[in-house]
């Protein structure tokens, strides 16, 4: 999309890390680049303020951000697991558990209010769910499922985590306990990866709009690159739609 209006797109990965992003921000400023749109690491949005007083465009992509008076474009991640923990109740599953990441980012804590949220329409109490919090990583996600699995008479019936990769190691390590993924243990990811329709059984999850957050972001940005300053700031909350296959089912009463 940027390539067809004659730009050229620099990515950098900060790893959530807010040095890092700092650092990333002083180099393409040093280049001369003529926007940029920015995942912020934290709620630390002072550096990026001195960038917009400098007069550089700047969009922010899927953080809320309220004190920066900028153009957003965001996931509405409070709505997503609220789907996805309602869509578990519907289908009979009371003992829930929820594989969260461990990493303090907005969107996590938006997550969790989703979660907590559901909960509520339904008349139960925060603690009618287990969380536990993880890395990022497959093995991350087997090994707090593993800790859900420890006690028979408190295992989850149905099990909501943060992320696709999350969820992936979730299965793995329910397979290897000889359990069966739905019949025993209901899964659901967050993202709508490429690899969940691959996956066995096949991963239901929570589509992350990727492409056309995207392409509304840097619509947003050639906007603003082309000088329209005078406009007030945007901004375009997505929502993410559950998808239903193969990893979830309705409670089968022992």
Request: glycine letters at 6%; a negative charge; hydrophobic letters at 40%.
């Amino acid at each position: 999309f940027l390539f067809s209006h004659g730009i050229t797109l620099s990515l950098c990965n900060s790893e959530h890390l807010l040095t890092k992003e700092k650092d990333y921000i002083n180099a393409l400023r040093a280049k001369l680049v003529d926007g940029l749109i920015i995942i912020p690491a934290s709620e630390d949005s002072d550096h990026i303020n001195q960038v917009m007083e400098s007069g550089l465009p700047v969009l922010v992509l899927d953080r809320p951000l309220s004190r920066l008076k900028t153009d957003r474009v965001l996931i509405d991640h409070d709505h997503g697991a609220k789907d996805a923990v309602e869509y578990l109740l519907s289908l009979g599953h009371s003992r829930l558990a929820y594989l969260d990441k461990k990493y303090q980012l907005p969107h996590k804590l938006a997550r969790l209010e989703g979660v907590y949220k559901a909960l509520s329409a339904h008349g139960l109490p925060e603690d009618a769910l287990r969380r536990v919090e993880c890395g990022v990583s497959l093995q991350d996600g087997a090994q707090a499922m593993s800790l859900l699995l420890q006690k028979r008479a408190s295992r989850p019936t149905a099990v909501f985590c943060f992320d696709d990769i999350i969820a992936m190691g979730a299965i793995r390590a329910i397979t290897d306990q000889g359990l069966r993924v739905p019949k025993d243990i209901s899964v659901i990811g967050f993202d709508d990866m490429s690899l969940c329709s691959y996956t066995v059984p096949r991963l239901t999850t929570l589509h992350y709009p990727r492409l056309k957050m995207s392409k509304i972001a840097c619509e947003l940005l050639l906007k603003r690159i082309a000088g329209d300053t005078e406009e007030e700031p945007v901004q375009v909350v997505l929502t993410p739609k559950l998808v239903v296959r193969e990893s979830t089912q309705a409670l089968i009463e022992d």
